[in-house]
Every structure is written in C-alpha cells, then in structure tokens.
C-alpha cells in the first residue's frame, strides 16, 4: 500500500470489509462461499479481512465512506452478529482518519449510486462484483467516480446524527 493515503469508499448493500467483525465477515463471506460453489477457505479469508483492518490505525492513511442505510440495515448473521458489527462501526467511526456518513433511506437526494466502489488515491477505482474484481485506471472515468462519489455524499448524515441513527437501529434488533 506504499504511496497510498486517501481512500474514497462507497457502499450500497453491505458494510466495507475493513469495517467489518469476524461475525460479520464470516456470514457474508459463508454465502459468496456456497453460491460461488469455491473452495471453502473461510477462515483464512475472514483471518485475512481481520488482518487487514491494521491499516485503519495507520496516521497516514484517510478513510472517506459513504454508506447507504441499507448496508448498515441488511444483516448478516444473527441479531447478536449485526449489533456487534454496528457497535464496531461506531467505534471506527471515532478515529480521528476516518469520516463515515450514512445516507438515510428517506433522504431528498439527486443521485443513486449503481455499485459500490473504492477510489485510491485519485488513481484508481475498484468495483467487485461476485465474480470479478475492475480496476479503473483511465483519468477521465476515476473523474466520473470522484463526481459521483461527491454526489453521494452530500445528503449523508455524518458525526453525532449518524451514532443516533445506529443506535435507533441497534435499538431495533435488540
């Protein structure tokens, strides 16, 4: 990750794996797991994910995430494993690199991003899809990310207004 500083994510449907518990990580990835029909090599992965959430701690590396309610709201495993993995997404949305805002499913918005995706360092993009990972490396297509991912971002509930939403979540599970 030499020379890499400023990550640009974007989520729809799911919680960012360096955000993610084992729980968590270990139900989602159990699914792709089974309907993929590939190797079962569940514990390296979910070790591998949890492996590489050190670099949240890093003091050079900025987090910039954009959740929709919906990826804090679909759960993965059970009651108990979804408010571990929110509670664990309040807690990384502490650090002082990481900014996490929360589009609300009732929000006025002008944008609808169609897949999730990662921008590093206004180099490159990556999307994943169940079968593919895409690295985007024209100049003028990193561009249109960069502009959706401002789009986004703008109707997101960040700070104080964000925890309140998780909680009355958390609150909803319990």
Same mark, same amino acid.
């Given at each position: 990750? $030499?020379?890499?500083?400023?990550?640009?994510?974007?989520?729809?449907?799911?919680? *960012?794996?360096?955000?993610?518990?084992?729980?968590?990580?270990?139900?989602?990835? $159990?699914?792709?797991?089974?309907?993929?029909?590939?190797?079962?090599?569940?514990?390296?992965?979910?070790?591998?994910?949890?492996? $590489?959430?050190?670099?949240?701690?890093?003091?050079?590396?900025?987090?910039?995430?954009?959740?929709?309610?919906?990826?804090?709201?679909?759960?993965?495993?059970?009651?108990?494993?979804?408010?571990?993995?929110?509670?664990? +997404?309040?807690?990384?949305?502490?650090?002082?690199?990481?900014?996490?805002?929360?589009? *609300?499913?009732?929000?006025?918005?002008?944008?609808?991003? $169609?897949?999730?995706?990662?921008?590093?360092?206004?180099?490159?993009?990556?999307?994943?899809?169940?079968?593919? @990972?895409?690295?985007?490396?024209? *100049?003028?297509?990193?561009?249109?990310?960069?502009?959706?991912?401002?789009?986004?971002?703008?109707?997101? +509930?960040?700070?104080?207004?964000?925890? @309140?939403?998780?909680?009355?979540?958390?609150?909803?599970?319990?």
């Amino acid at each position: 990750m $030499s020379g890499q500083g400023r990550f640009l994510v974007y989520e729809h449907n799911v919680i *960012p794996g360096i955000f993610q518990t084992a729980g968590y990580a270990r139900a989602l990835l $159990s699914f792709w797991i089974e309907f993929l029909d590939t190797r079962n090599d569940l514990d390296a992965a979910v070790e591998a994910r949890m492996a $590489s959430q050190s670099v949240l701690y890093r003091s050079d590396k900025r987090f910039s995430v954009v959740l929709e309610e919906a990826a804090v709201r679909t759960q993965f495993g059970s009651s108990e494993t979804m408010a571990g993995q929110l509670d664990r +997404l309040m807690s990384v949305m502490s650090l002082p690199n990481v900014s996490v805002g929360i589009v *609300p499913l009732r929000s006025d918005r002008k944008v609808v991003g $169609s897949t999730g995706f990662w921008i590093y360092d206004d180099k490159l993009v990556q999307l994943e899809t169940p079968t593919a @990972s895409i690295d985007v490396t024209q *100049p003028q297509e990193i561009g249109l990310y960069l502009r959706m991912f401002e789009r986004l971002r703008l109707p997101a +509930l960040y700070g104080r207004e964000a925890r @309140s939403l998780l909680v009355s979540i958390l609150d909803e599970i319990a």
